[in-house]
């Protein structure tokens, strides 16, 4: 009888502890078109969409890697049923080269290669940030975001130097190179998250980014500092760019 009242009460605890660990679970899930607040932690790759076109001028441009590794953290607040405002901090990692038609001399290179070292791996981080609006499509499992922001990419680092010479003529030849590649963007991806356990998800995300500003490389030569040539390259693809990354996500609200 004892041992029969033992096995009766076993029974009950594990049902009572069941119970109760899954009304805990319920009630810590986060309910779809709830309010609360997203951390995305993320890894990926970055593609270089930039198009130099056919003009004589582009290698008045540097040019950087087709694909970089990237990371970034993004901060997302569901504020209302159907949309909420997100912030990303991206950095992408590579290494720009400078024009091909543009020579800064040994020194110059040299200087450059110097610091790029000196200063791995800060000196190949390409930092670039975005915020926006957020769309929300969620189902307790998968929860979709499309987005829509305006942000800033650092795409090439800029670029400028002066040289001077003296021909045999006793002529003072200048050379001046500068280089743009900085720019504003607009920013559209989408985000699928899919939920592991009540506040933890992982998640694969697209972003297109479109620069809205020029980058530009320009060149003017002068003899005694009169102009004698001046080239010039302007493109609206330096920036543009596709990320495609994955990371885990945590859910933070009531």
Same mark, same amino acid.
Request: hydrophobic content about 40%; cysteine-free; glycine content about 8%.
């Given at each position: 009888?004892?041992?029969?009242?033992?096995?009766?009460?076993?029974?009950?605890?594990?049902?009572?502890?069941?119970?109760?660990?899954?009304?805990? $679970?319920?009630?810590?899930?986060?309910?779809?078109?709830?309010?609360?607040?997203?951390?995305?932690?993320? #890894?990926?790759?970055?593609?270089?969409?930039?198009?130099?076109?056919?003009?004589?001028?582009?290698?008045?441009?540097?040019?950087?890697?087709?694909?970089?590794?990237?990371?970034?953290?993004?901060?997302?607040?569901?504020? $209302?049923?159907?949309?909420?405002?997100?912030?990303?901090?991206?950095?992408?990692?590579?290494?720009?080269? /400078?024009?091909?038609?543009?020579? /800064?001399?040994?020194?110059?290179?040299?200087?450059?290669?110097?610091?790029?070292?000196?200063?791995?791996? @800060?000196?190949?981080?390409?930092? $670039?940030?975005? #915020?926006?609006?957020?769309?929300?499509?969620?189902?307790?499992?998968?929860?979709?975001?499309? $987005?829509?922001?305006?942000?800033?990419?650092?795409?090439?680092?800029?670029?400028?130097?002066?040289?001077?010479?003296?021909?045999?003529?006793? =002529?003072?030849?200048? =050379?001046?190179?500068? /280089?743009?590649?900085?720019?504003?963007?607009?920013?559209?991806?989408?985000?699928?998250?899919?939920?592991?356990?009540?506040?933890?998800?992982?998640?694969?995300?697209?972003?297109? @980014?479109?620069?809205? /500003?020029?980058?530009?490389?320009?060149? =003017?030569?002068?003899?005694?500092?009169?102009?004698?040539?001046?080239?010039?390259?302007?493109?609206?693809?330096?920036?543009?760019?596709?990320?495609?990354? =994955?990371?885990?996500?945590? #859910?933070?609200?009531?």
């Amino acid at each position: 009888m004892k041992t029969k009242l033992l096995l009766v009460s076993l029974l009950l605890t594990s049902a009572l502890s069941y119970s109760q660990n899954k009304f805990i $679970s319920i009630n810590n899930e986060l309910k779809p078109y709830s309010k609360y607040a997203l951390i995305d932690l993320y #890894a990926g790759a970055n593609f270089d969409l930039s198009h130099s076109g056919s003009s004589p001028n582009a290698g008045l441009l540097g040019t950087r890697p087709d694909v970089a590794p990237l990371l970034g953290i993004k901060f997302t607040h569901l504020f $209302s049923k159907r949309v909420g405002w997100y912030a990303n901090i991206q950095m992408n990692f590579y290494k720009d080269k /400078q024009a091909e038609a543009v020579d /800064q001399g040994f020194l110059g290179s040299f200087t450059e290669n110097l610091a790029d070292a000196l200063f791995w791996p @800060v000196s190949i981080m390409r930092p $670039s940030v975005d #915020a926006g609006l957020v769309y929300r499509f969620e189902q307790q499992k998968w929860r979709i975001y499309p $987005s829509f922001g305006v942000g800033y990419v650092y795409h090439l680092r800029d670029r400028g130097f002066i040289k001077s010479s003296t021909g045999s003529d006793e =002529v003072l030849h200048t =050379v001046e190179y500068k /280089q743009r590649a900085s720019s504003l963007t607009l920013n559209m991806g989408v985000s699928a998250n899919y939920y592991f356990s009540s506040r933890k998800y992982l998640f694969l995300s697209t972003n297109f @980014v479109q620069p809205l /500003q020029k980058s530009s490389g320009e060149l =003017v030569r002068m003899d005694n500092d009169v102009e004698t040539e001046r080239l010039s390259y302007k493109t609206i693809t330096g920036g543009r760019a596709l990320n495609v990354s =994955v990371g885990i996500g945590f #859910a933070i609200g009531r």
